[in-house]
């Protein structure tokens, strides 16, 4: 497992993991959130692995990703959601390895004072993830392994985000 914390000055925190094994959701997001009373929000998304890719029935995925890039592209995206939304914290919890059809890969949760800055980042940090995290996806099926390609759905919604981000009021 790796991870990633903001500097310790920072008041809001971010979480960054990359692990092989399945994620404890209710236990990452309580990390997150804890007991904080200024969190009016907390937007969770998890990805989990379909029985079936293009149609198909696959065995399991395998995810690759490059150490230590990884992290650091994640963070960098992180901190531009910090820039463009008023958040509270930031959570992002990858997996890698093989991961088998009804688990969890990934989960990223947002918190705000507020459900549209929290929405709003969730959205924006997956359509990341989907489109230029440093991960690599083979689908595994009864006809063997295969190395999975971008798909131009993902890149088209990532666009969106392509736009500098608003100045925002830091007393919001």
């Known amino acids: 497992m790796s991870a990633h914390s903001r500097a310790s000055g920072d008041a809001a925190p971010a979480i960054i993991r990359l692990q092989r094994e399945p994620i404890a959701i209710a236990a990452a997001v309580e990390k997150l959130v804890g007991v904080r009373k200024e969190v009016g929000a907390v937007v969770t998304f998890t990805g989990i692995c379909r029985a079936d890719e293009n149609g198909a029935p696959i065995a399991a995925l395998n995810l690759e990703h490059y150490p230590g890039m990884a992290e650091a592209e994640i963070a960098r995206h992180v901190e531009e959601a910090y820039a463009r939304w008023p ?3 930031v959570l992002v919890v990858h997996r890698y390895g093989r991961i088998l ?30 489109t230029r995290a440093p991960f690599w996806k083979q689908v595994e099926s009864a006809d063997g392994k295969v190395w999975v390609q971008a798909k131009s759905a993902d890149d088209t919604a990532a666009e969106r985000w392509s736009a500098p981000p608003p100045q925002r ?4």
Not at 108 to 118: G, K
Not at 169 to 172: L, V, Y
């Open 101 to 130: 059809p009804g688990e969890d890969i990934v989960l990223v949760a947002t918190a705000s004072s507020h459900r549209q800055a929290a929405f709003a980042a969730a959205e924006f940090l997956m359509d990341y993830l989907k």
């Open 169 to 172: 009021d830091a007393a919001k």
């Open 87 to 89: 958040l509270l914290g």
